[in-house]
């Protein structure tokens, strides 16, 4: 590896470590084989994390280093993780591609478009799961947006994860929605990034459209005039 990915790759962990940290949990970077449990101990994820309701093992990639790697390793990580309840797999990049948000000028989905759209998902859930998840997530994620804008929440970023844990530490969605978010994120993750995955747990899609119109209808009234822009 690149000095410079090395040194971009230890800076994300820093970061993770703060962050993690912060909300109480037990920090593990580059954990030694005695702190791994049984199922990872062929395995040397980045980080491990713990805290009351998860663990989370974590591998930190750059745009270069994450093609570098055997793409199994992180197949057969996510897969063994994906095994052990309470336990999650999580990717992270260290330097992301540079993402406008909205791209391109483009704005979020309303509530009424989201509405809309998601009938569409479950009608691609029946035949096809995995492209039925992939777009179900993205109308999720337009959920999340506009339940922080709802709050009045100052957020850094727009990416799935850190939307979710923001909303759960601010206690507007509960652990066991945020365990439906995380463990379905996990999953959208493995497909979009081209990893074969177990089949999807049952109820999993159903459950994650009733959590979509439940925080929609958390929502006030769409206003008229935010629409016509």
Same mark, same amino acid.
């Given at each position: 590896?690149?000095?410079?990915?090395?040194?971009?790759?230890? +800076? $994300?962990?820093?970061?993770?470590?703060?962050?993690?940290?912060?909300?109480?949990?037990?920090? *593990?970077?580059?954990?030694?084989?005695?702190? &791994?449990?049984? *199922?990872?101990? @062929?395995?040397?994820?980045?980080?491990?994390?713990?805290?009351?309701?998860?663990?989370?093992?974590? +591998?930190?990639?750059?745009?270069?280093?994450?093609? =570098?790697?055997?793409? #199994?390793?992180?197949?057969? &990580?996510?897969?063994?993780?994906? #095994?052990?309840?309470?336990?999650?797999?999580?990717?992270?990049?260290? @330097?992301?591609?540079?993402?406008?948000?909205?791209?391109?000028?483009?704005? =979020?989905?309303?509530?009424?478009?989201?509405? $809309?759209?998601?009938?569409? $998902?479950?009608?691609? +859930?029946?035949?096809?799961?995995?492209?039925?998840?992939?777009?179900?997530? =993205?109308?999720?994620?337009?959920?999340?947006?506009?339940?922080?804008?709802?709050?009045?929440?100052?957020?850094?970023?727009?990416?799935?994860?850190?939307?979710?844990?923001? &909303?759960? *530490?601010?206690?507007?969605?509960?652990?066991?929605?945020?365990?439906?978010?995380?463990?379905? &994120?996990?999953?959208?993750?493995?497909?979009?990034?081209?990893?074969?995955?177990?089949?999807?747990? #049952?109820?999993?899609?159903?459950?994650?459209?009733?959590? $979509?119109?439940?925080?929609?209808?958390?929502?006030?009234?769409? @206003?008229?005039?935010?629409?016509?822009?």
């Amino acid at each position: 590896m690149e000095i410079q990915e090395e040194t971009v790759e230890k +800076a $994300a962990i820093l970061k993770l470590t703060e962050e993690y940290r912060s909300k109480g949990y037990e920090i *593990f970077a580059h954990p030694s084989p005695e702190d &791994l449990p049984d *199922f990872l101990k @062929n395995y040397r994820p980045d980080m491990i994390v713990k805290g009351q309701h998860e663990a989370v093992v974590i +591998a930190v990639k750059s745009r270069y280093s994450r093609y =570098s790697s055997p793409q #199994q390793n992180l197949q057969g &990580l996510a897969q063994v993780v994906e #095994q052990h309840p309470g336990w999650r797999f999580e990717l992270v990049m260290a @330097n992301p591609p540079n993402i406008a948000y909205p791209p391109n000028g483009e704005r =979020s989905l309303y509530r009424s478009e989201i509405q $809309a759209k998601l009938p569409g $998902a479950r009608q691609l +859930a029946a035949h096809h799961p995995e492209s039925a998840l992939l777009y179900a997530w =993205s109308l999720v994620e337009a959920v999340l947006r506009l339940v922080a804008d709802h709050e009045g929440l100052t957020l850094q970023r727009l990416d799935g994860i850190y939307l979710v844990k923001q &909303l759960v *530490f601010e206690g507007i969605i509960s652990r066991h929605e945020y365990q439906l978010l995380m463990d379905s &994120l996990s999953l959208r993750n493995a497909i979009a990034h081209g990893f074969k995955t177990s089949a999807m747990p #049952q109820g999993l899609m159903d459950d994650l459209m009733a959590l $979509a119109e439940q925080l929609l209808n958390t929502l006030g009234e769409e @206003n008229p005039a935010e629409k016509s822009r």
